[in-house]
């Protein structure tokens, strides 16, 4: 260990309530908290951590990944219900003891025992260093650090906590999931909501037809707009709503109409052009003869005579 300060992950396993205790029972409860540490730390390699004996029970500082140490930390909780964890991340040393020789210290094991000391309500607690040490290489996994507060230790330094609660991120995580398929069946029903508001404006839009059937010819003008010439034009398709329709001939009088074109309506427009009829010639009437003056007195005194009767 160097005598220059490393960082370090430091994880301090307390026993509650350990002094006061028998001292046969103090002895039965490290080596309880030894086999379970043991077991803990399996899957870290020896050469990347170090086991140290504290009053109330051990210390573990390790390099390399956090993630170990919070594992270590969640297996020997499981198997000591009775023991209070803390979890830091801060620089550690190794310097000379009057009666040891040498003895490792520093901030990190310092601040780590204080984090367990807190550790009442919580079985693993971690420090802020800690947590973000995690996050730098593992940011799904430092959700599982929830806040617990800030803390005060006896040197009146101040602590921002995070507990150790992986079944609430899992929980979170389910939500997650939850919002994003609830998400993905809004989308989807917003996709058929759509599409029906589509298939809606596309069936209200959808143009009409008029059949055409005209003789001997015409042209037809819809909207004062010419279309073609009828014959040949036999079908036209125009958008719904009103329209005025005019068929020409240049040697016949134009006929004019209105139509109403509902959305996909077909409509037939038949129509032949009539040639006007030849005025009739005129009949021609045998001259009168001058009436003489004796018919024409005879004629008066006739009317004389039926006035009488």
């Given at each position: ?26 002895a ?5 908290l ?41 297996e ?36 780590a ?13 971690a ?8 996050a ?33 991120a ?13 998400g ?25 037809t ?39 001939n ?25 040639a ?12 009168r ?21």
């Amino acid at each position: 260990m160097s005598a220059i300060p490393v960082p370090a992950s430091v994880l301090f396993l307390r026993m509650r309530a350990f002094h006061g205790q028998p001292v046969t029972e103090q002895a039965q409860r490290r080596e309880r908290l030894l086999a379970a540490v043991k077991q803990a730390l399996a899957p870290w390699q020896p050469e990347e951590r170090v086991v140290l004996e504290a009053p109330d029970g051990l210390a573990v500082v390790g390099r390399g990944d956090p993630w170990q140490a919070l594992q270590a930390a969640r297996e020997a909780a499981a198997s000591c219900e009775d023991v209070a964890i803390g979890l830091h991340y801060g620089p550690i040393k190794a310097e000379a003891d009057t009666l040891a020789g040498a003895r490792v210290a520093g901030e990190g094991l310092e601040t780590a025992g204080a984090v367990a000391g807190f550790a009442t309500q919580h079985p693993i607690l971690a420090s802020l260093p800690f947590r973000q040490a995690l996050a730098a290489r593992w940011p799904q996994r430092a959700k599982t650090l929830r806040p617990a507060g800030d803390f005060v230790d006896e040197r009146l330094r101040s602590h921002a906590l995070y507990a150790f609660e992986p079944g609430r991120a899992r929980r979170r995580a389910l939500w997650g999931h939850l919002f994003a398929a609830v998400g993905v069946a809004l989308i989807v029903a917003a996709g058929f909501a759509g599409r029906w508001q589509r298939e809606e404006m596309e069936a209200a839009s959808r143009p009409g037809t008029i059949a055409l059937e005209i003789h001997p010819q015409g042209e037809i003008y819809v909207d004062g707009e010419l279309k073609g010439v009828s014959p040949p034009l036999a079908r036209l398709s125009i958008p719904p709503g009103p329209h005025s329709i005019e068929l020409r001939n240049e040697h016949m009088k134009p006929v004019v109409m209105d139509v109403q074109l509902a959305p996909g309506e077909e409509l037939e427009l038949k129509h032949t052009f009539e040639a006007p009829k030849p005025a009739p010639a005129p009949k021609r009437v045998a001259p009168r003869q001058p009436q003489s003056t004796q018919a024409k007195a005879i004629d008066k005194v006739k009317g004389w005579l039926d006035k009488l009767k």
